[in-house]
């Protein structure tokens, strides 16, 4: 065994016997030369100064070569948190020795009761080390301040399997019990009410461990990126505003909310780990993990949400991909083509951390037209055809502050998501980017989160659907970043009628009437009606709520009745919108006839027929 005090060295002395037959302390003192190089002195006292290092000298450690006493760690210790050594080979302790002060007695009792004299003399050297170094801590005495709302408390300290990158071991944990919270008045307290308590006492018999089992298997089958299906109840992790400040926010806890998950997830702790500091756990490797006691959750992203959410493993499932989504879009047969070519054959790169070297590497389509002609359920069947996960949002999900910076953060973010998983995104209705950008001061803040997306999206490297319903002014740098553009025009009579049809079989036949022959005749009576897929999606999901509540299945009246409801409130708008057209040309207004009118409007498309 061997002490440096310095930036130290030190070696085991040996003789004619096998080295590590008799022990021996040495203390060693290492510094630099003027030159460089270094210097290695003994020190005459072998326990000189290491208990109080010289001002600006680095730490004091051990370094522990007695095989010897590596069995004895092994066979006592096992494994200890702050140490990184499974104890066989030799290893460096450092100052202040924790680990020897908590192993004091068992280290002890093991040396009174060994049959071997060459182990006893070893460990009576380390003992020799051990009251010299830390024997007075030992005796000394550590108060710990007592809650006045709490009061006294025990910690229970206990341990856990987990996993994380490849490496499946164990992790401490402790458990806090409060005087005054868990033993009110100082009466006394159900034991199954504490944090903490025996096996013995819980209810459940020997189904639990089994359970327990199961669910750990699961636990461990689920680490890695993966995207997966989620129904259940969930927590997201609530972040703290981003102009929050507290002294004391280095010590407080993430907050977990609870919440009902219905949808895809992404499981990928070590992304979770990485944008959370103060989040990532001590993993000591196992060969004979304990299963069991792995944690009920697992860390992953939520797609609906945008945040980093616990996720109950009982309710994690494989992802169910739509097959049939993809042959089910209508879409102009060459146009259909050339999109399912460049996804799928799109290849994201090896390092997808190293964000420089992704610089134009990504895919951005543009999918424009009017609203409701399959812009967005294109994105939607891309993604459930290249079976990858689906990461979409908006202008307003990204800037709730208005703020440039921020903006770029959670832009950048996202996207470093995006290419981490080989998730598709989708920036729905994403005007705001598209247009040409003008040189005033009123629109300063629109030219900054334009320069700023058009930044991230050169360093994206991934997949990337852009969609708008409005090509009035495109900004040339944006033009210049799409590798493909789609229009997209409204349904005609042709259109309309392969999506009634499409819609209607998609009815389960427990709850509906319409069928064979009938599908044809009803489909033939609805195209006649002037709707885009949206439109038409809709009125027939609230036509089969109204045979719900009737309690009777979806016929032809109930698709009627609603699409006469939605024909009253058009006739409504046509007439708002001639009387807003015919009170500008009253002004002699015609050049602007249409500013009553807000751009893009429902009215507008009325004011302009």
Not at 536 to 565: G, M, Q, W
């Amino acid at each position: 065994m061997a002490s440096n005090n310095s930036s130290g060295m030190a070696e085991a002395s040996t003789g004619p016997v096998p080295q590590g037959s008799i022990p021996d302390f040495k203390t060693y003192r290492s510094t630099k030369k003027k030159d460089g190089r270094t210097n290695v002195d003994e020190e005459p006292d072998a326990f000189h100064s290491s208990a109080e290092p010289k001002l600006g000298a680095d730490n004091p450690y051990a370094l522990i070569n007695s095989p010897q006493l590596l069995q004895a760690f092994r066979e006592v210790i096992k494994s200890y948190p702050t140490v990184a050594a499974d104890f066989n080979q030799s290893f460096q302790l450092k100052s202040p020795f924790q680990m020897l002060i908590h192993n004091w007695d068992p280290l002890d009792a093991y040396r009174k009761e060994t049959e071997s004299p060459v182990m006893r003399l070893h460990l009576n050297l380390l003992f020799q080390f051990m009251e010299r170094e830390i024997g007075p801590d030992r005796k000394a005495a550590i108060t710990y301040e007592t809650s006045s709302s709490r009061g006294p408390y025990l910690t229970v300290s206990a341990k856990f399997c987990d996993a994380n990158d490849g490496r499946i071991g164990e992790v401490n944990t402790s458990f806090s019990i409060y005087q005054k919270v868990h033993f009110a008045s100082d009466h006394p307290a159900q034991v199954r009410a504490l944090p903490v308590y025996p096996r013995e006492y819980h209810s459940r018999g020997q189904d639990l461990e089994e359970e327990l089992l199961a669910r750990g298997k699961k636990f461990i089958a689920n680490r890695g990126v993966l995207t997966r299906d989620y129904d259940g109840l969930a927590q997201y992790m609530k972040e703290r505003p981003w102009d929050y400040y507290s002294p004391d926010m280095a010590e407080e806890s993430a907050v977990w909310l609870p919440f009902t998950e219905t949808g895809r997830i992404v499981l990928d702790r070590k992304t979770f780990e990485e944008d959370n500091f103060g989040s990532t756990t001590s993993i000591r490797k196992s060969e004979h993990p304990e299963i069991m006691l792995c944690p009920p959750y697992s860390l992953g992203f939520s797609m609906d949400r945008k945040e980093w959410c616990r996720y109950l493993v009982d309710n994690i499932r494989e992802v169910a991909w739509k097959d049939n989504a993809w042959p089910s879009l209508i879409l102009e047969q060459t146009q259909k083509s050339v999109l399912e070519a460049l996804v799928k054959s799109h290849k994201y790169p090896e390092n997808t951390r190293n964000q420089p070297e992704q610089k134009g590497k990504g895919l951005v389509i543009l999918l424009h037209g009017t609203p409701g002609s399959g812009k967005t359920l294109s994105a939607e069947t891309s993604a459930e055809m290249s079976k990858k996960a689906l990461l979409s949002t908006s202008l307003g999900e990204l800037n709730t502050s208005n703020v440039p910076w921020l903006f770029e953060r959670r832009l950048k973010q996202l996207l470093q998501y995006a290419t981490i998983w080989q998730a598709i995104v989708l920036l729905d209705e994403a005007d705001v980017f598209l247009e040409a950008r003008e040189n005033s001061s009123s629109n300063a803040t629109r030219n900054a989160l334009v320069a700023v997306f058009l930044k991230q999206l050169e360093y994206f490297s991934g997949i990337v659907f852009l969609t708008t319903n409005r090509l009035a002014s495109f900004d040339e740098a944006m033009k210049s970043r799409i590798h493909l553009s789609l229009r997209f025009e409204a349904p005609d009579l042709d259109t309309r009628r392969r999506i009634w049809r499409q819609n209607l079989e998609a009815v389960p036949l427990d709850e509906t009437e319409i069928g064979g022959a009938e599908s044809d005749d009803a489909t033939d009576s609805l195209v006649c009606y002037d709707l885009n897929g949206r439109e038409i999606s809709n009125a027939l999901n609230t036509a089969r709520t109204l045979a719900r509540f009737e309690r009777v299945k979806l016929n032809h009246s109930h698709i009627e009745k609603v699409l006469e409801v939605g024909q009253t409130f058009d006739r409504h708008l046509k007439e708002e919108s001639r009387r807003l057209v015919e009170a500008s040309y009253a002004g002699g207004d015609r050049a602007n006839r249409f500013n009553l009118i807000k751009r893009n409007s429902v009215l507008s498309k009325y004011a302009e027929d």
